[in-house]
């Protein structure tokens, strides 16, 4: 019941974080849930839950998403998949917190210094696939999406519906990975479940944030959010 709780409790910051940035879910949600569950389950419990995030804003904000854009990065992301699996297969809970903890960092190095992707077709490809890969190991696919959507240029609500259709879709594609390689367990399954009422709490407050801020504070979120997400998995990564 306990961690439960905590775990309700994490869900509804990284939706809230979510719903206000357009990613960052799964960057505040899995380091976090690590410290309450091993790292492999708090891998598999971060991709259920997130589910629920994503559909949300990609259902109520699809007409600000750039439906082509998403479905050609998807091609990549189905691609990148397996080999994210094989790494989650063979990781151990050590060396996955510290690929963790090096994902959300380079993420925050990215938004930090702007770095921006161009938007042609080869190169969303590849960047599906690295954020496929990521998904499926460490649960952390959002820094390549969001280096090439920024460099797009998209304002916030089009950066906002579109990562979250692309997320919604990983998602799903994740979980069927899961549970074919059998890393579907209960504990992960009822963290999932607590999380789908959580999220539409965090939904709407991280909504009514939304409509009330400007791009340059939305950029700032984004950063303040990768930072707190970064120290806290680095500390998971050394006490294990």
């Not at 998403?65 to 297969?89: D, F, H, N, R, T």
């Not at 209960?186 to 999380?195: F, M, R, Y």
């Not at 909504?207 to 707190?228: E, H, N, T, W």
């Amino acid at each position: 019941m306990t961690t439960l709780l905590a775990a309700a409790v994490i869900i509804l910051i990284a939706s809230t974080v979510h719903a206000v940035t357009g990613f960052g879910y799964a960057l505040v949600a899995t380091p976090l849930l690590a410290l309450a569950v091993d790292p492999h389950t708090a891998v598999v419990a971060t991709t259920l839950s997130a589910l629920a995030m994503t559909v949300t804003i990609a259902v109520r904000q699809r007409q600000h998403a750039e439906w082509k854009v998403a479905m050609i990065a998807m091609v990549g992301i189905v691609l990148g998949m397996p080999l994210g699996l094989w790494v989650y297969g063979i990781a151990s809970e050590q060396v996955l917190t510290v690929l963790i903890a090096i994902g959300v960092l380079v993420c925050t190095l990215m938004v930090w210094r702007q770095v921006k992707v161009p938007g042609s077709v080869p190169v969303l490809v590849g960047v599906g696939v690295l954020s496929g890969a990521l998904s499926t190991s460490t649960g952390t696919n959002g820094p390549p999406m969001v280096a090439a959507f920024q460099g797009m240029g998209y304002d916030p609500a089009t950066f906002r519906a579109t990562l979250s259709a692309v997320f919604a879709g990983t998602s799903v594609l994740s979980l069927v990975g899961f549970a074919v390689a059998g890393k579907v367990n209960a504990e992960s399954l009822w963290i999932g479940l607590v999380g789908v009422p959580v999220v539409q709490v965090g939904y709407f407050l991280g909504d009514a944030i939304f409509s009330r801020i400007d791009p340059d504070k939305f950029r700032k979120v984004l950063l303040a959010a990768l930072i707190v997400s970064a120290v806290v998995t680095f500390g998971a990564a050394l006490s294990r």
